[in-house]
């Protein structure tokens, strides 16, 4: 199975300050179709999870521009410009291009 | 608008089983895959299955293989999670997901997710 490694685990975050969470996968996530189908979800408490960015860099369609993704091959990076009371949960990266799919541990974001 | 929505909330004796529904409406059942994703208390999300809707076709994670049955039902649009051989290390909300086009299971999944069934089990 694809390990998915995130950092940090814990993200204390001043509002207003900008925050990075980092992913890295065992094994690199271009598929076959030269696609990387690397997702971030963010999960509030007690809600279900809501994906934010697909194939690496995508926003979807409501999530707002202060949330971006970069990366390639096994290193990838959600940041977020300046976080707001809203972005508090936590933050998981899933790799989506070999089965099993796979999530990292989740990064807790929190302000500080 | 697309929804996934679940059935109730489930608590169950060690060794029964448990059968959870999504029902999806708001966009063609047939085009998409549905992914089963468990969250233990406290703990992260994990992959456990997927069904091609259209073709009935699954797969699943090592780990639930044997123990864990994926199934559609397209006349009502709803795919099905039954789990058998409960342990308490079961306890978890259990969600479905939309996964990509029925092209190919790899893809940009997790679009939209069911919001979440809790299964106990306990003595």
């Known amino acids: 199975d694809v390990l998915m490694t995130q950092s940090p685990l814990s993200l204390p975050v001043t509002l207003g300050q900008p925050a990075s969470i980092s992913c890295r996968s065992s094994q690199s996530l271009v598929f076959g179709d030269g696609n990387t189908y690397l997702n971030w979800f963010q999960q509030r408490p007690g809600q279900s999870p809501r994906r934010l960015i697909y194939?690496?860099?995508n926003r979807d369609s409501g999530v707002p521009d202060r949330f971006s993704g970069s990366g390639s091959g096994t290193d990838f990076t959600l940041k977020i410009s300046r976080v707001e009371a809203e972005d508090v949960g936590i933050y998981y990266c899933?790799?989506?291009?070999?089965?099993?799919?796979?999530f990292g541990q989740g990064t807790r974001l929190e302000i500080k | 608008q697309v929804q996934l929505v679940q059935s109730g909330a489930e608590v169950k004796e060690p060794g029964a089983s448990v059968k959870v529904s999504c029902q999806a409406s708001?966009?063609?059942?047939?085009?998409?895959?549905i992914h089963w994703v468990r969250q233990a208390p406290g703990q992260g999300l994990e992959c456990m299955g997927w069904v091609n809707p259209n073709t009935g076709g699954t797969n699943y994670a090592q780990k639930f293989q044997g123990r864990v049955t994926l199934t559609r039902d397209t006349s009502i649009t709803t795919a099905y999670m039954d789990m058998s051989g409960l342990t308490s290390d079961d306890t978890a909300v259990y969600f479905c997901?939309?996964?990509?086009?029925?092209?190919?299971?790899?893809?940009?999944?997790?679009?939209?997710w069911g919001q979440g069934t809790l299964v106990s089990v306990s003595s």
């Open positions: 997901m939309r996964g990509s086009h029925r092209v190919s299971v790899a893809g940009p999944v997790g679009d939209y």
């Open positions: 708001g966009y063609t059942f047939t085009d998409f895959y």
């Open positions: 194939k690496v860099s």
């Open positions: 899933m790799q989506g291009t070999q089965w099993p799919f796979t």
